[in-house]
Nanobody, 116 residues
């Protein structure tokens, strides 16, 4: 099992910034991809950004140029730097880990609210 602990969510004004962190522990051998998904009320969970152990990165089109994902492999931690935040970025953000055995793990979620 992999345990994921997220931090960094909160309330921010439009145009502001937040940084999310997610630390993985437990059975961390074989972690392939780490990333972030989000789910707004009434919407399906969607990929925000993902980074593989080899450094390949994918972003949702809606966040390209505003969000940056990074990873500290030594600390099994993934970060999401979110800039120029918009009200439509409001959602619960979930950390996600995929292992080479194709098992998936999810964090408990952290609320991000963008509002004036």
């Amino acid at each position: 099992q992999v345990q994921l602990v997220e931090s960094g969510g909160g309330l921010v004004q439009p145009g502001g910034s937040l940084r999310l962190s997610c630390a993985a522990s437990g059975s961390i051998f074989g972690i392939y991809a780490m990333g972030w998904y989000r789910q707004a009320p009434g919407n399906e969970r969607e990929l925000v950004a993902r980074i593989t152990s080899g450094g390949n990165i994918n972003y949702a089109d809606s966040v390209k140029g505003r969000f940056t994902i990074s990873r500290d492999n030594a600390k099994n931690t993934v970060f999401l730097e979110m800039n120029s935040l918009k009200p439509e970025d409001t959602a619960v953000y979930y950390c996600h880990v995929k292992k080479t055995d194709n098992n998936n793990y999810w964090g408990q979620g952290t609320q991000v609210t963008v509002s004036s």
